[in-house]
């Protein structure tokens, strides 16, 4: 009868130990203290897990820590400029309207700035963009090897005669849902901060189009095979990107 | 980054009081290493699995303010880790499913794996649990996780970790092979 009732609780040991071998029930560290036999089982067990943790062992790399510290502080300053920007709107109401309508004027006088309603087309691929610029909190920051590799793959994908030259400051690049498109997005840090843009495959709209668009100064421009839509927050980032892409992006045929 | 070298015990520290920064500050330092490595080992690619843990730190960030227990916050963190993963990758890991069993020392090796055979091995057979068992004994080897926390992060019972657990490891003693397992350490019954 002794020898059945241990190795019942043998049995009972050895399913807990392939349970959790680190199990800290009193029952089983006392039955590990007074059974050579189960001790050296949970040991095996847990020797496979330490082997196994150290088989999957492998360093972080350093600048990756570096860019979780670094998307938090853009997201944050994204989330302070949201809060800054709706606060003092019933103060500066006044103010802000006049300097909106200068700019308006402004940008309609140098003939950037389309003053008439956006038509459907354009209307559709910029709340795409914008939806998912929403949807995103703030768009990671990558190495610029990777996300030049990662667009040139991906504009290929597209179409195999369509290149991307390399770019040092594009920071990333992803086929993302935008509305009811799908497209490349991307982002490049530029002098004025960062500018998303975004190729979105589809029937070319007839012609270029700037416009004032939730908050940004946009860009819808029809290229080839698609159409290249550029976000903004001052019309100075927005040339300047336009500038880089007009150069970077090409077609080898 | 805060200076974080005088907390000793990440599990006392009181996050209610803490300033949103120290305690994101105190989330990377404490958990990313070992997040990345569940990241690297779920997603099999470098830039994946970074990717995905820079979405899930950002996507911390934003609903930090509900994370109030400093004990609960490996947890959290891996169970945003995990949603984020299913969200971006499920599809395309299922996809290539095929191919991810092709594995190879070199492309291990490549991502910064031990290539000993050994290693080769425990990886190998780890990857052929099903995903039932593995998932279990990837959060508690990987992650270091309790049973309790286990059954938290999948919304199973306690129970039922246990018993997943019970199997995974009994398989991948199958999987290895009796003579390999006991070379490591498992020994028989």
């Given amino acids: ?40 089982y949970v040991g095996g067990v847990r020797q496979m897990d330490a082997d196994l943790a150290s088989s999957v062992d492998v360093e972080m790399p350093a600048a990756l820590m570096a860019r979780l ?32 309508a200068l700019f ?44 030049n590799l990662n667009a040139t793959t991906l504009l290929a994908s597209y179409d195999p005669s369509l290149k991307l030259k390399f770019l040092s400051n594009l920071q990333f690049s992803r086929i993302c849902p935008m509305g009811q498109y799908k497209g490349l997005h991307a982002s490049l840090e530029t002098t004025d901060g960062q500018v998303t843009f975004a190729y979105i ?27 290249l839509i550029i976000m903004s927050r001052t019309n100075k980032g927005l040339q300047e990107a336009d500038s880089q892409l007009e150069k970077a992006m090409y077609w080898d045929i | 980054m805060t200076d974080l ?43 994946m699995a970074e990717d995905v843990m820079q979405e899930a730190f950002l996507r911390a960030w934003k609903s930090l303010d509900s994370l109030r227990e400093a004990k609960a916050a490996k947890g959290w963190l891996f169970t945003i880790f995990r949603r984020e993963h299913a969200r971006q990758f499920e599809r395309k890991r299922f996809k290539y499913a095929d191919v991810e069993s092709m594995d190879t020392i070199e492309d291990d090796k490549h991502m910064g794996y031990d290539d000993r055979p050994e290693a080769f091995a425990l990886r190998n057979a780890l990857k052929r649990l099903p995903q039932d068992y593995r998932d279990p004994l990837e959060m508690q080897v990987l992650g270091g996780f309790s049973c309790d926390e286990i059954a938290q992060i999948l919304n199973i019972s306690s129970s039922a970790v246990m018993t997943r657990l019970f199997r995974a490891r009994k398989k991948m003693r199958v999987i290895l092979g009796e003579e390999t397992a006991t070379h490591l350490g498992v020994v028989g019954d």
Avoid at chain 1, 9 to 25: G, I, T, Y
Avoid at chain 1, 115 to 141: F, K, R
């Fill in chain 1, 1 to 40: 009868m002794n020898l059945v009732y241990k190795e019942m609780k043998c049995l009972e040991f050895k399913r807990l130990a392939l349970s959790d071998p680190n199990s800290s029930v009193h029952g089983f560290v006392e039955h590990s203290a007074n059974c050579p036999h189960c001790l050296k």
């Fill in chain 1, 69 to 100: 510290q670094l998307n938090q502080e853009l997201s944050e300053e994204s989330e302070n400029s949201a809060i800054k920007s709706v606060l003092p709107i019933r103060r500066y109401a006044m103010a802000a309207s006049f300097a909106l």
């Fill in chain 1, 104 to 147: 308006v004027a402004g940008f309609m006088a140098s003939n950037q700035f389309n003053g008439s309603s956006i038509g459907d087309d354009y209307q559709a691929l910029l709340s795409g963009v914008v939806e998912h610029m929403n949807e995103q909190a703030i768009t990671p920051v990558w190495s610029a090897e990777r996300a």
């Fill in chain 1, 201 to 227: 495959k589809g029937d070319s709209v007839g012609q270029l189009l700037d416009a004032g668009y939730e908050g940004y100064i946009s860009r819808v421009k029809p290229v080839r095979g698609g159409n």
């Fill in chain 2, 5 to 47: 070298s005088n907390v000793t015990d990440q599990k006392q520290v009181n996050y209610s009081v803490m300033d949103k920064k120290r305690k994101y500050a105190l989330l990377i330092e404490a958990h990313s290493t070992d997040l990345y490595k569940y990241a690297l080992w779920l997603c099999k690619d470098k830039h």
